[in-house]
């Protein structure tokens, strides 16, 4: 008989993600701050990367030993256009596309080398 293959059953479960509670709670036992307070803090540090990523921002951030983010503001397109597919050759007229950021985040080398299994 041919091995049949693993279904999703059988795997092991994964482990639950930290709830935002649970997230605070976990820093503020590891900082010895009140809960209340490590939740100041957070909320400063998402006001900083709102500024920094902003339209009035350079549109780069990085947490230090953690990510670099980065926003890249694209501007509103009109559309009507005529254009080429480049596979086909036939012609379209573009659509309009609304303006958006677009977010990356990227993880620095030594974090990144912290996580990696061995």
Request: hydrophobic share 35%; glycine share 6%; aromatic share 6%.
């Amino acid at each position: 008989m041919a091995k049949e293959k693993p279904t999703a059953k059988d795997k092991a479960p994964a482990k639950p993600t930290l709830t935002k509670t649970a997230f605070f709670q976990e820093l503020a036992e590891a900082t010895e701050m009140k809960k209340a307070d490590v939740m100041k803090v957070y909320d400063a540090i998402i006001e900083l990367v709102r500024k920094q990523l902003g339209p009035k921002g350079p549109g780069i951030v990085t947490l230090p030993n953690l990510a670099k983010l980065t926003a890249q503001h694209t501007k509103a397109d009109k559309g009507g256009k005529k254009a080429k597919n480049p596979f086909t050759g036939e012609e379209y007229i573009t659509k309009p596309r609304p303006a958006k950021t677009r977010l990356k985040a990227r993880g620095l080398k030594n974090f990144l080398e912290s996580i990696t299994k061995k």
